[in-house]
């Protein structure tokens, strides 16, 4: 068990009480009530052993989508192969490439719109429930596919999925998770994508030689879409969104308190009915502290508290893929066969190597981001991502004498990148849009990650054209500090607080 700090009701009410007190007669919230950390957040209580099983089932939509980005490095392979292909149309152009690389990146721009509205309307749990559906038949599309355009069209619905699957399941996971583990478990999913990659490379390396082996790449996940579908039908409801259906009048308050209670002591794993009804209460009388009584209008998500929300989500996740993560990648096979490693001649082992180094720095970032805050964390890796942006910036315009400085800024950038803007963009977007808002300002925040990696995806080459390697990496190198400069003046510290407190205390 973890900490089992009582929660005390009275207290909780007490809380609210004072918050309901303080605002002002206009109906607006008095910009002076509180500082922005006070550092007198209460503890919840709750069960390692229950919080568990409430992380996995969603995690595994992340883990299916580094499975993808994993395996898709090593199908390109087979398919484009005239002995192991296995079809009569391996002879792909370059768009036909693009499609199969890049047709669930497609696919994910199209989920994050849709996800604007599917968690309002279904809830968290039942867009999980989709995504996996989707995750499930698309991998067999994409494997039995008779045909390319089939093949194209299995990647899109996957692409679906991942779109789905990254709005709900760290929406899920903070809603659902206690506010001391909150951003261990969020930064944990990252963990999985990561883990998923390292995966997807090393079924590549095991199936790439044989006959039909993208076939094999792509049909291993779908017993884990499977695994996901079944474990998201099982679990509860997250307690907050039943909530907010009753407070907006979508269902009636009577008939889901009871419903919510019994969700929250399944998640925290108490068998104190008391202490689940007070954190009810206390979500209750934070929604109507916000005037929740209402559904958000499309205008509202750019006003006020969602305003200021969206800029510090949309605004990170875009730096986290401005700073060129795509582009440093696709370097990293020429940069490790420079400095002359043996291992870099096999494209699918250098990305097992590059695997296993992000999987160690994610696990890093996953035990420190609850202690040490998301601020430091941020700070420090994104200034380890400039220095090494720099670094590369000057090895291919000054210093190709020199190929260990390449291989050393490549690696720094991969283990910063894994202690930063990778877990802690997704946990901040998760935590930090007001819950009347959180379904769709999180759609908008995952919309603008895919929109900006596909940006980043597709500008790369031309620009690398016009402005040379070395001054393109440069000019990401301004951008990390320019992100820095974001991160430093905007990005607020939301260590150990409720999402209630979040909402009440920082937007």
């Given at each position: 068990m973890a900490s089992e700090e009582a929660f005390d009701p009275e207290q909780a009410t007490n809380s609210s009480l004072s918050r309901v007190v303080k605002k002002s007669s206009?109906?607006?919230?008095?910009?002076?009530?509180?500082?922005?950390?006070?550092?007198?957040?209460?503890?919840?209580?709750?069960?390692?052993?229950?919080?568990?099983?409430?992380?996995?089932?969603?995690?595994?939509?992340?883990?299916?989508?580094?499975?993808?980005?994993?395996?898709?490095?090593?199908?390109?392979?087979?398919?484009?192969?005239?002995?192991?292909?296995g079809t009569t149309w391996y002879n792909l152009s370059s768009v036909q490439v693009g499609l199969v690389v890049s047709g669930s990146l497609y696919g994910a721009l199209i989920g994050s719109v849709l996800a604007f509205t599917v968690a309002d309307f279904l809830g968290i749990k039942r867009e999980l429930i989709v995504s996996s559906v989707l995750y499930l038949v698309g991998a067999l599309l994409t494997a039995?596919?008779?045909?390319?355009?089939?093949?194209?069209?299995?990647?899109?619905?996957?692409?679906?999925?991942?779109?789905?699957?990254?709005?709900?399941?760290?929406?899920?996971?903070?809603?659902?998770?206690?506010?001391?583990?909150?951003?261990t478990l969020i930064s944990l999913k990252e963990f999985f994508i990561v883990l998923g990659m390292l995966f997807g490379y090393i079924a590549s390396s095991l199936y790439v030689d044989l006959v039909s082996g993208w076939r094999y790449m792509y049909v291993s996940s779908a017993p884990i879409a499977l695994i996901m579908g079944i474990g998201m039908w099982w679990l509860p409801s997250s307690p907050r969104w039943l909530l907010l259906c009753a407070i907006e009048g979508r269902v009636r308050l009577q008939d889901v308190r009871e419903t919510a209670i019994h969700c929250l002591c399944r998640l925290r794993g108490q068998a104190n009915e008391s202490l689940a009804s007070a954190q009810v209460e206390e979500i209750l009388d934070?929604?109507?502290?916000?005037?929740?009584?209402?559904?958000?209008?499309?205008?509202?998500?750019?006003?006020?508290?969602?305003?200021?929300?969206?800029?510090?989500?949309?605004?990170?996740?875009f730096f986290q893929q401005i700073t060129g993560q795509p582009?440093?990648?696709?370097?990293?096979?020429?940069?490790?066969?420079?400095?002359?490693?043996?291992?870099?001649?096999?494209?699918?082992?250098?990305?097992?190597?590059?695997?296993?180094l992000k999987l160690i720095m994610t696990g890093v970032a996953v035990l420190v981001v609850d202690r040490l805050g998301r601020r430091p964390l941020l700070l420090g890796g994104v200034s380890g991502i400039a220095i090494s942006l720099f670094l590369l910036a000057s090895y291919y315009t000054l210093l190709k004498s020199i190929p260990v400085l390449a291989v050393?800024?490549?690696?720094?950038?991969?283990?910063?990148?894994?202690?930063?803007?990778?877990?802690?963009?997704?946990?901040?977007?998760?935590?930090?849009f007001p819950l009347r808002y959180r379904g769709r300002g999180l759609s908008i925040a995952v919309l603008m990650n895919f929109a900006s990696n596909a940006l980043v995806t597709f500008a790369f080459s031309p620009l690398e054209v016009l402005l040379g390697t070395g001054n393109l990496f440069a000019v990401f190198g301004v951008i990390a500090l320019l992100s820095?400069?974001?991160?430093?003046?905007?990005?607020p510290e939301t260590k150990g607080l409720t999402l209630e407190e979040i909402e009440a205390k920082i937007l």
């Open positions: 206009s109906g607006e919230i008095d910009s002076a009530r509180e500082p922005l950390l006070t550092g007198d957040c209460h503890c919840e209580s709750y069960s390692v052993k229950a919080a568990i099983l409430p992380f996995l089932f969603p995690a595994l939509g992340g883990f299916l989508y580094g499975y993808d980005i994993g395996a898709t490095s090593g199908a390109t392979i087979s398919l484009e192969s005239s002995t192991l292909s039995m596919a008779p045909s390319f355009a089939v093949m194209v069209i299995g990647r899109f619905l996957y692409g679906i999925g991942i779109g789905l699957a990254m709005h709900a399941a760290p929406m899920y996971i903070a809603e659902t998770a206690a506010s001391q583990i909150r951003g934070e929604l109507s502290y916000v005037n929740e009584e209402k559904r958000a209008t499309f205008a509202e998500i750019f006003q006020g508290k969602c305003l200021k929300a969206l800029i510090i989500g949309a605004g990170l996740v582009s440093v990648l696709y370097y990293a096979a020429s940069i490790l066969k420079s400095a002359g490693f043996s291992a870099a001649s096999d494209a699918t082992r250098v990305s097992v190597l590059l695997g296993l050393i800024a490549l690696l720094l950038y991969v283990g910063c990148y894994q202690l930063s803007f990778g877990p802690i963009g997704w946990l901040m977007i998760s935590e930090v820095l400069i974001f991160i430093f003046f905007i990005i």
